[in-house]
C-alpha cells in the first residue's frame, strides 16, 4: 500500500526536528518552504501566506496538507481547506508542541512566569542570528537592538524613548529555558542560550524536548484531541476551549 503523500508548511523553527523525523515517518513527506519570521508578522499576514500556500496544493501532488503552526495570534483562525484535508495542531504556540503538549508547556508557565523559551530553531532562524532579516529590529533576549542603531534610524531623542521601552519590554523576564531536542545542533545552541542568560543575570533552565506531538503530525496519526482536521470546506474557527480551534463550513 503506497504511503499517504503529506506536504508540511511549518515555521522554520521546527524546520531541524521535522526533517529528522521526516526520514523516518510513515508518510512520504515534502516541505514546502516558507519565510522566517511569519510569526512575528500580522496575523493577517500569516493567514495569507499560509492560505496561499494551501491553495497551490493540488491532490495529483499530495493527499493531504499539515500546517507547522500554532494560534500563533491568531494567524491560522479563518483558514480553508480547498480540494485536500488540512491538518493543523491544536497548540498555542511552537513552545508546547516542542514540550509535548499544552498542558507541559502551561505548567512551566503557571511555575515561572517570567520565562523567555528558547530551542535550536528558533535561534537557528532568529533574525539576531546575524543574517536573517538584518535590516530589522528584533526584541527579546537576543534582541539586535542597541543605541546607535536607534540613533542612526530615528535620532537622538527617539532613540532614548525606544530603548526605554525595551527595557521595559524585558524587565519581567527572570529565565532563559532551552527546549533540548536531539538535533545535531543542539548543544552549540544550548551553549548560546546559556551565555544570554547569564549576560542578563537570568535562571537558565535545560528542558528536555518531546517530539511525540511533532511525530504525529508527520505520521499522520490525528487524534482529535491534539488535531483538527478541516474537510474540504470547511475553515477554521476559534472554540474558546480546551480544544482551541475547531471547524464550520466555509
Given at each position: 500500500m503506497d504511503r499517504?503523500?503529506?506536504?508540511?508548511?511549518?515555521?522554520?523553527?521546527?524546520?531541524?526536528?521535522?526533517?529528522?523525523?521526516?526520514?523516518?515517518?510513515?508518510?512520504?513527506?515534502?516541505?514546502?518552504?516558507?519565510?522566517?519570521?511569519?510569526?512575528?508578522r500580522s496575523a493577517g499576514a500569516l493567514h495569507d501566506v499560509l492560505q496561499s500556500a494551501i491553495d497551490r496544493e493540488a491532490d495529483d501532488r499530495c493527499d493531504a496538507v499539515a500546517i507547522?503552526?500554532?494560534?500563533?495570534?491568531?494567524?491560522?483562525?479563518?483558514?480553508?481547506?480547498?480540494?485536500?484535508?488540512?491538518?493543523?495542531?491544536?497548540?498555542?504556540?511552537?513552545?508546547?508542541?516542542?514540550?509535548?503538549?499544552?498542558?507541559?508547556?502551561?505548567a512551566q508557565l503557571e511555575a515561572q512566569p517570567g520565562t523567555y523559551f528558547q530551542s535550536a530553531g528558533w535561534l537557528e532562524n532568529s533574525s539576531a542570528n546575524g543574517d536573517v532579516r538584518q535590516p530589522g529590529f528584533t526584541f527579546g533576549p537576543n534582541s539586535n537592538v542597541t543605541?546607535?542603531?536607534?540613533?542612526?534610524?530615528?535620532?537622538?531623542?527617539?532613540?532614548?524613548?525606544?530603548?526605554?521601552q525595551f527595557d521595559g519590554f524585558t524587565r519581567h523576564y527572570e529565565r532563559l529555558a532551552y527546549i533540548a531536542t536531539p538535533v545535531?545542533?543542539?548543544?552549540?545552541?544550548?551553549?548560546?542560550?546559556?551565555?544570554?542568560?547569564g549576560d542578563r543575570n537570568w535562571k537558565f533552565e535545560r528542558l528536555p524536548g518531546d517530539l511525540?506531538?511533532?511525530?504525529?503530525?508527520?505520521?499522520?496519526?490525528?487524534?482529535?484531541?491534539?488535531?483538527?482536521?478541516?474537510?474540504?470546506?470547511?475553515?477554521?474557527?476559534?472554540?474558546?476551549?480546551?480544544?482551541?480551534?475547531?471547524?464550520e463550513p466555509a
Open positions: 499517504l503523500r503529506l506536504c508540511v508548511m511549518a515555521c522554520p523553527t521546527f524546520q531541524p526536528e521535522l526533517e529528522m523525523l521526516a526520514v523516518e515517518a510513515k508518510t512520504a513527506v515534502t516541505f514546502r518552504r516558507l519565510e522566517t519570521g511569519l510569526h512575528e507547522g503552526y500554532g494560534l500563533c495570534h491568531h494567524g491560522i483562525v479563518g483558514l480553508r481547506a480547498r480540494t485536500l484535508p488540512v491538518v493543523i495542531p491544536r497548540a498555542h504556540d511552537c513552545i508546547g508542541m516542542l514540550l509535548g503538549g499544552n498542558r507541559c508547556y502551561l543605541r546607535e542603531r536607534l540613533v542612526e534610524r530615528y535620532g537622538e531623542e527617539n532613540a532614548d524613548y525606544l530603548l526605554g545535531p545542533a543542539s548543544p552549540r545552541w544550548e551553549a548560546a542560550a546559556k551565555k544570554t542568560a511525540g506531538w511533532l511525530r504525529r503530525l508527520l505520521n499522520g496519526e490525528w487524534n482529535e484531541r491534539e488535531f483538527l482536521t478541516l474537510r474540504p470546506g470547511e475553515r477554521v474557527v476559534l472554540t474558546f476551549d480546551e480544544l482551541l480551534i475547531g471547524a
